[in-house]
């Protein structure tokens, strides 16, 4: 109670400093906030100088790689809306790595949700294809991917919260479990028998397909990714709920003291992401592939996590990063038959910058150029 | 009816022993570094890259053990990478481990390429079912050397970790950096020794992955046994001799699909192949709490706090 009279004291204090120069106000915000811009964009700098090196060793050009990266994901329209495309799937396995970490949960299980939110989405369109219109089946299939994606990541943020399971370690478990159970129903119950070639559920039909952005060759995955980053960045910044949420992952002992309900935040938060996730999982059958098999597994849910911290959890700033890396993605096969360089290139470079970023995490509050000039004379 | 359950219980065992070998060198390493209170989620990472290393140069020496120790060595530099990152201020060491573990599979899978056709000389094993007349006996029985020297190494670590110096240094940095530093030892030089020799162990496990059981090298070939075995690390409350048992457990759980397939039981495979992930999450469940941290846990893990 003491402390009462003492803190409206020093708020009364700031805001009178801040009427006063009103007019700084803006510069400083920026400058303070210019640091977040300036560092990644130094680790992303200082990674691709490292991959040059790498190239250079290796006996292949920096420059051809940067062409063809331009070339297969950028330089065209073609290619570009393939970027988009690629992005897609990035935008939300992004989003299923922030929501949790604004709650202060590492959460890697995009990949395991995405699997087993497409699969479930390809196997609860089984009984409806060619008996229920595709506007009513494709809905349904959404919204059960995203349950399952939902469910699927919950489980971890319950076994978090309730038993203290460290959410790391069994989202990536829950990752392997989910494609194991993929695999199981494909090869077996679910297998598609005319299709000798690999294993994979009965395809859901040109017909049932999601379509494309009108005026593009991009589905609309894209846009819901989008709208779903606005959407969630609101909820994070604007609401009660992201605001508890937010207050729980900045220090967990405070919130539980405030009475905040903590255990169905961390819930809520983990199926958010489980939702996004397999959302991605829904397009990428019902836009993409058709069917559920094991191409679902393609890594996005692991580019997923380099993109969310790339842009520090921002919903607002994981699509441009998102559609960074869907250009890479996407011109990982030029780069493969061009250069002669295996597929892995693409893995080695989002490795190296996934590295480097997180070492450029002790660079924060080292530049007094950030600084605002009041900080730097207090200390 | 009996025989069939002795069929499948004598290749559990032969399994167990075979599998549990790069469980066990991946825990050891991680007991290591957790030991000193850091966490290294990159050991997956680093248990794929060994093997990669392990193989390309036992092909080019014509020696398994050259491989066996370069392994060692690709695995101390993922480590010594992971503790010198971690070793600056405001890192997160579990982000980092996430970074490690796609850095050492992008960099295994870029250099291995070349290799998943060629066949390496593989590391050879000692038949122990001499005394015995059964053919399914004497194959299960067929030992790694590496497996020997895993034992011998949990044993000397347990002994260490409680008679020597460098033991209580390492659980001293472990347990309270603040308690280190007053006596004036390094905690960051110590982390990244540990990370780095854990590292190095985690190599050896990854040798064995590709020059022993299953004994080749290609891309599938490790999917997260190195992130199991820092699960185990938990179960096993951090004592060397404990990660042993429970890898030859999670060796029994992982050798389940393909003892049942001898004796003619293929459905499930799938099911059996995800066994040791569900045992694994099983017991994080049951010996997790929410309430208090696990028993025996280095109190300056990040996990802890």
Redesign the interface.
């Known amino acids: 109670m003491s402390d009462a009279p003492v803190v409206t004291g020093a708020s009364r204090d700031l805001i009178g400093a801040g009427s006063r120069k009103a007019g700084s106000d803006f510069a400083l915000k920026l400058r303070a906030n210019s640091e977040y811009i300036a560092i990644p964009l130094l680790a992303l700098a200082i990674a691709a100088a490292l991959f040059a090196l790498f190239l250079i060793a290796i006996g292949k050009s920096p420059v051809d790689f940067v062409a063809y990266v331009w070339r297969g994901g950028f330089g065209t329209a073609f290619s570009f809306q393939n970027t988009l495309q690629r992005s897609a799937p990035l935008i939300l396995t992004a989003l299923a790595v922030a929501i949790p970490a604004r709650i202060g949960l ?1 959460m ?1 299980g995009g990949e395991g949700a995405l699997v087993l939110g497409g699969f479930a989405a390809a196997a609860v369109a089984i009984p409806m294809i060619g008996v229920l219109p595709p506007a009513f089946t494709l809905p349904v299939m959404a919204i059960f991917g995203m349950i399952v994606g939902a469910f699927w990541v919950g489980l971890a943020g319950y ?1 978090r ?6 959410e ?3 989202s ?3 990752t ?2 989910g494609i ?2 993929m ?2 129903f494909v ?2 119950a679910l297998r598609d028998l005319s299709n000798p070639n690999k294993p994979s559920t009965k395809p859901i039909g040109d017909a049932y397909m999601v379509g494309k952005i009108p005026g593009t060759d991009v589905h609309w995955g894209f846009a819901v990714g989008i709208l779903l980053c606005i959407a969630l960045y609101f909820l994070l910044e604007r609401t009660t709920f992201g605001f508890a949420a937010r207050v729980t992952g900045g220090n967990f002992r405070a919130a539980l003291a405030q009475g905040l309900p903590v255990g169905r935040l961390i819930v809520a938060c983990s199926a958010i992401a489980g939702a996004c996730a397999g959302l991605a999982g829904f397009f990428e059958v019902a836009a993409i592939q058709g069917r559920a098999n094991a191409s679902l597994a393609a890594g996005y849910g ?1 580019t997923g ?2 993109v969310s ?1 790339l842009a520090r959890h921002n919903p607002l700033v994981i699509p441009p990063v998102a559609i960074l890396f869907g250009g890479l993605v996407a011109s990982g096969g030029l780069i493969q038959r061009r250069m002669d360089l ?4 693409v ?6 910058i ?2 480097v ?3 450029s ?2 660079l ?1 509050g080292r530049f007094s150029i950030f600084k605002p000039p009041t900080a730097k004379d207090r200390t | 009816m009996t025989s069939d359950i002795l069929t499948v219980l004598i290749a559990m065992l032969g399994g167990a022993i075979r599998v549990s070998t790069p469980f066990m060198f991946v825990a050891l390493g991680e007991c290591l570094t957790e030991k000193s209170g850091r966490v290294n989620l990159g050991l997956e990472g680093t248990l794929v890259l060994g093997a990669m290393v392990a193989y390309a140069a036992s092909y080019h020496s014509g020696n398994p053990w050259v491989g066996v120790l370069a392994a060692g060595l690709a695995g101390s530099a993922l480590g010594a990478m992971h503790g010198s990152i971690c070793g600056l201020p405001r890192v997160n060491d579990v982000a980092v481990g996430i970074a490690m573990m796609l850095f050492g599979v992008g960099v295994a899978f870029f250099f291995g390429k070349p290799y998943i056709q060629p066949t390496a000389p593989r590391l050879g094993s000692i038949s122990l079912g001499f005394w015995s007349d059964s053919a399914s006996l004497k194959s299960a029985l067929q030992v790694n050397p590496l497996f020997f020297i895993g034992i011998v190494l949990a044993a000397l670590m347990a002994w260490s970790f409680r008679n020597t110096r460098w033991g209580l240094v390492v659980r001293t940095v472990g347990d309270s950096a603040a308690a280190a530093r007053a006596m004036g030892i390094s905690v960051n030089l110590v982390r990244l020794l540990t990370t780095t020799v854990g590292g190095f162990l985690a190599g050896v496990g990854g040798a064995f992955l590709s020059l022993s059981y299953p004994g080749s090298w290609n891309q599938g070939l490790s999917s997260g046994q190195g992130l199991m075995a820092v699960a185990l690390v938990i179960f096993a409350r951090w004592d060397p001799l404990r990660c042993i048992g429970a890898a030859l457990l999670f060796g029994a759980a992982g050798a389940l699909g393909p003892s049942l397939q001898s004796i003619g039981i293929t459905q499930g495979y799938y099911f059996f192949n995800a066994a040791p992930y569900i045992l694994t999450l099983g017991i994080m469940i049951a010996t997790s709490s929410a309430k208090h941290s696990a028993r025996d846990m280095p109190g300056e893990l990040s996990m802890a706090k």
């Open positions: 590492i890697i076994l919260y309730a038993r203290g399971v460290n790391t370690i069994s990536l478990l829950l392997y479990i194991a159970i695999n199981f090869e077996g692991f996590i380099l911290f295996p597929d892995a290139t893995l080695v470079l989002e490795g190296l996934f590295v970023l997180l070492t995490e002790t924060y």
